[in-house]
Structure formats: structure tokens, C-alpha cells
């Protein structure tokens, strides 16, 4: 069975062709049930986020599997397959596994060492185990990656100096302000990258904090916990006049705030600069915006530079992170190698029943003369050979499957206890 990963993220693909190609919550259950329904593969995943999508299959064949994934996406999208081709990038395998792990640890992340990419990996992983879409390989693959994001964050300085999205977001604000304290910020949105983006601002000092979002219970609950006020979504356009900066976090499929509501408020408020922070995908701020006079416009694809003073010492950290993935990534290749001689063991011990069983029935037919006791005591000596016997073979045979041309000695052990099926061979 082949591992395969194809996806595109901020490095392949910008903002505007990510934000085509972002899964809602829905659209992810429909992608988990073509995964189950179709043949060409046995297990799937489905990860969409901000800056990534990604699609993780189990598959006996790579091609099929392959077409069935761009298919997919294609669907789920308004791009074509031509197009899909020129931003997917495909890993199988060990390099799979390595991508993954590379993710998890955020070493793949806009951020560097982000952590919130952790997070929404493992709401991946439950949604794909809740609707049964994977099985032991991805099951194992995705465990082992959370202890190996668990490790790149304890064991080395990849998390030291915060620098998430969210955090980027703040950043950008404070170079623009220089200080925060005098300044109203509104909100678009109450989840968790709205959260994260409010204790940060709350943290800078920010004079005020408003919260809009559809639901207005998640908006009060939200400002309830940083002490700002709740507005309910349809007064989002008069209030933004109120607002020095306004940061876009909904999971709305289009744009919220348009040039001409934001063109219409910039004369009361007196040449005062108004600063939008879009951290959504797909965006919320329209970016024809950033053309209107005193109003500024970022999207999430503007905040790489923003921290790029706080990485350096998490660059040191890269190499140590590497060594952790490399590692994991051989511990991970032994399991599926020992994994997959477990029906050369399981054929031979099978073999050994079966001739254990037809011969102690004709020395057991041959004695007419003893009771039951003695002849457990038979049965249980012929186990015991059995066992003894196929101890060394056993331990062997798990030993090739992590040497180099394991397959090799594999298949001369077939050979020799004549293990392959006439089809096999």
C-alpha cells in the first residue's frame, strides 16, 4: 500500500487561488464520503486551513489514486485540472511521512513553528475517524505525527518567540500605530483565529475591542472574555466608522467588507487612517480597498514579512527539529516494513498448525490406550515443538523487514516453506 499526499499551499499557490480551493466544514464531510465510496483508495484524510489543503490517501495504485484526488479537488473548486496541475505538489511514501511530520512541527508553516497548525490537524484527524475514512496506516500515521509536533515543541526552541498568524496580525497593527492603546479594533468573526488575535491585541493594550459575528451569542461570549462589546452582524457597516483597525477571521464564502461601504465612511472620519487586517480564507476584506485614500488593506499572504525579526532563533532550531523528524520518519518506516511481513508469519504459523494438527490425529488414532490427560499431555508437547521450532524464523523475519534487500530474504522464506499461492507465484 502506497501513501500518498497531493495538496497545494502559500508556497505553490496565492491567496486567491487557495481561497477557491478551501473546504468548508460541509464540503469536507462530501470529500470524507467519496473517499469511503470510491475504489481507488482505501483510506483518505482531508485537511484545509488557511494557508494549506491537503489530501492523504492509502492506495494500492499510485496513478488511480492520484486522479481520483485531483478529481476531487477539482470538484470541491472553480479550477480546472490543467490548473490544479500547476499548483499540486505530490508526496508518496517515506516522503509523505516526512511532509506530514515537517507540517505538524510547523516547519512547513507561513509562521515558522506556528502551533495552531497542530491543532487543526488533529480536528482533522477526528472528523476522518468519526466518519471512518481511515484505517490502521493513516491511524498510525497521524498519531505518531502528533508526538513528533509534541516533540519539535518541547525539545527544541522552534516555538520560542510568538509568531502565529494571529500574532503576525498584531504585529503588523503595532508597526502601523506604533502604539495600540489609542486604538478601537473590530473584529469580524468569533473563532478561535478571532480569539487568538484578541488576547494578543488585548496584551498591546488596545483602548477598545468590538466583536461582530452572525451568531451574536459566540460574539458576546467572545468580547464577554476580553472585556470589549458585541455588535450584532447587521450593524458591522455603521460601526465601522468607529474602527481604526479591523481584523477579517470569518468563514464567510465572500467578501464582508466592500470598497464602497468603507469609501462612504472615510470622510467623518478626518483623514484618520483605517487599517484592515485580512486573515481569512477565503478573504473578507475586498483588496480594491487598499486603493482608497488613508485606508489600508493586508491579506494573510502580506503577513510572511511582518515577523520575520522574531524567527532567527527559531531557525537555529530547524536543524534539531530535522533530527527529530528523521528519526520518526525511520521508526514509522520500520512499523508499516514489519507490518507488512505479518502475513508471511502469520502463513507460516498457519502451515504449522495445519501439519501439527493432521499428524497428531493419526499418532493419536494409533493409540487406543491412553486417557485424556495423557493425551493433552501430547497435544501440549506438539504445541511446544511447533512453537520452539518457528520461534527463530519468526524473530528472523521481522529482522528482514528493516534490512537493506529485505525483500529478497522475504521472498526466499516464501520460497522455502512454500508460502506463495500458485497465483503469487
Same mark, same amino acid.
Given at each position: 500500500m502506497n501513501i500518498i499526499i497531493m495538496g497545494l499551499n502559500h508556497k505553490t499557490a496565492p491567496v486567491e487561488v487557495r481561497e477557491q480551493i478551501s473546504f468548508t466544514s460541509q464540503e469536507k464531510e462530501t470529500a470524507l464520503e467519496s473517499i469511503i465510496e470510491t475504489n481507488d483508495v482505501q483510506e483518505g484524510l482531508v485537511l484545509s486551513t488557511c494557508n494549506r489543503t491537503e489530501i492523504y490517501v492509502v492506495a494500492s495504485q499510485l496513478k488511480k489514486a492520484k486522479g481520483f484526488i485531483k478529481k476531487l479537488l477539482s470538484n470541491f473548486s472553480t479550477l480546472s485540472i490543467e490548473k490544479l496541475n500547476s499548483v499540486l505538489y505530490t508526496y508518496t511514501n517515506l516522503d509523505a511521512v516526512t511532509h506530514l511530520y515537517k507540517v505538524v512541527s510547523g516547519l512547513d508553516s507561513m509562521i515558522l513553528g506556528e502551533e495552531q497548525i497542530l491543532g487543526q490537524i488533529k480536528e482533522s484527524f477526528t472528523e476522518a475517524k468519526q466518519k471512518e475514512s481511515i484505517d490502521t496506516i493513516l491511524h498510525h500515521l497521524f498519531t505518531e505525527s502528533f508526538k513528533v509536533g509534541k516533540r519539535a515543541r518541547t525539545e527544541t526552541s522552534i516555538n520560542d518567540n510568538a509568531a502565529s498568524v494571529s500574532y503576525a496580525a498584531v504585529e503588523l497593527a503595532n508597526k502601523i500605530f506604533g502604539d495600540l492603546k489609542e486604538e478601537t479594533v473590530l473584529v469580524l468573526g468569533a473563532g478561535e483565529m478571532s480569539e487568538l488575535t484578541l488576547k494578543n491585541l488585548v496584551d498591546h493594550g488596545v483602548k477598545e475591542v468590538i466583536v461582530a459575528n452572525r451568531t451574536f451569542s459566540k460574539a458576546v461570549a467572545l468580547a464577554d472574555r476580553f472585556e470589549g462589546e458585541a455588535i450584532p452582524w447587521q450593524q458591522v457597516e455603521s460601526c465601522l466608522h468607529k474602527a481604526d483597525i479591523v481584523i477579517g477571521s470569518t468563514g464567510a464564502p465572500h467578501y464582508v467588507i466592500r470598497q464602497e461601504m468603507v469609501a462612504g465612511i472615510l470622510s467623518y472620519r478626518k483623514n484618520k487612517p483605517l487599517f484592515f487586517i485580512d486573515i481569512a480564507v477565503p478573504r473578507d476584506i475586498e483588496p480594491e480597498i487598499h486603493n482608497l485614500d488613508n485606508a489600508y488593506a493586508y491579506n494573510i499572504?502580506?503577513?510572511?514579512?511582518?515577523?520575520?525579526?522574531?524567527?532567527?532563533?527559531?531557525?537555529?532550531?530547524i536543524k534539531d527539529v530535522n533530527q527529530i523528524i528523521?528519526?520518526? @520518519? +525511520?521508526? *514509522?518506516?520500520?512499523?508499516?516494513n514489519t507490518r507488512d511481513v505479518v502475513p508471511i508469519i502469520k502463513s507460516l504459523r498457519e502451515q504449522a498448525e495445519e501439519i501439527r494438527q493432521q499428524e497428531l490425529e493419526r499418532a493419536l488414532a494409533k493409540l487406543d490406550d491412553i486417557d485424556e490427560e495423557e493425551k493433552d499431555v501430547i497435544k501440549s508437547l506438539t504445541y511446544k515443538i511447533i512453537n520452539k521450532l518457528?520461534?527463530?524464523?519468526?524473530?528472523? @523475519? +521481522?529482522? *528482514?523487514a528493516n534490512v537493506e534487500d529485505g525483500q529478497v530474504y522475504l521472498q526466499a522464506v516464501n520460497k522455502l516453506f512454500g508460502l506463495e499461492s500458485e497465483e503469487e507465484q
Open positions: 499572504d502580506d503577513l510572511e514579512s511582518v515577523v520575520e525579526a522574531n524567527l532567527q532563533e527559531r531557525e537555529k532550531a528523521k528519526a520518526e @520518519v +525511520k521508526s *514509522f518506516d520500520q512499523w508499516r518457528l520461534h527463530t524464523p519468526t524473530v528472523q @523475519v +521481522k529482522e *528482514f
